[in-house]
Structure formats: C-alpha cells, structure tokens
Nanobody, 120 residues
Framework: QVQLVESGGGLVQPGGSLRLSCAASGSIFGIYRMGWYRQAPGKEREWVATITRGGSANYADSVKGRFTISRDNTKDTVYLQMNSLKPEDTAVYYC??????????????WGQGTQVTVSS
C-alpha cells in the first residue's frame, strides 16, 4: 500500500511564507514526476508545480517567482516553499506522484491534502 502524507499547512498573513512537505511510503520501486495541486473553495483543482526525478521544475504562472518545488529522492519527499503568499493562494494543497510499484506498474497517487489559509 502506497501513501502520500502532506504536512506544513496552516494560517499565515499576506506576505508570509510556508513550507509544505509530502512524504511517500509503502511498497515503492521508484518515484517519477511529483507535483503539487490546489483547490480553493468553489473552484476546480488546479496545477501548481511539478518536478521530475532529475530535478527539472515547472510552475503555474500564478505562483512563478514566489513558490519553489524541490525533492529529496533519498527520502521520497517533495517540498513546496511558498513565499510572498497572497489571500488568493488560500486553498487545500494536494501532492501528487507517479509511483512505480514492485509489480512494475506505474500509478498516480494523491495525498489527503493540507489547508493553507492566507489572511490577516
């Protein structure tokens, strides 16, 4: 059984910073693309950032220059450093990963989500 567990969400004032973490565990043979998505109340889930196994990152225009995605392959963990946070960044943040199982199947997994609230 594979799990993705996020942590690091919370309440922060506009202009502040938060760092999200997402750790994968279970019968993992390898992890390929890892990413972060978010869903604000009343809106569809949207892509935030993606990082490849080799460290190549891409960002949504709305977070480019403020958010940084990184990963530690030795810990099967992906991070999202969020700086200069705005009220419109308020959402539940989900991590997502393409994971190769011991059966050599590759499946997409989601974490349970962590709430980020930006408010004064």
């Amino acid at each position: 059984q594979v799990q993705l567990v996020e942590s690091g969400g919370g309440l922060v004032q506009p202009g502040g910073s938060l760092r999200l973490s997402c750790a994968a565990s279970g019968s993992i043979f390898g992890i390929y693309r890892m990413g972060w998505y978010r869903q604000a109340p009343g809106k569809e889930r949207e892509w935030v950032a993606t990082i490849t196994r080799g460290g190549s990152a891409n960002y949504a225009d709305s977070v480019k220059g403020r958010f940084t995605i990184s990963r530690d392959n030795t810990k099967d963990t992906v991070y999202l450093q969020m700086n200069s946070l705005k009220p419109e960044d308020t959402a539940v943040y989900y991590c997502n990963a393409d994971i190769e199982l011991s059966t050599l199947q590759i499946r997409a997994y989601w974490g349970q989500g962590t709430q980020v609230t930006v408010s004064s």
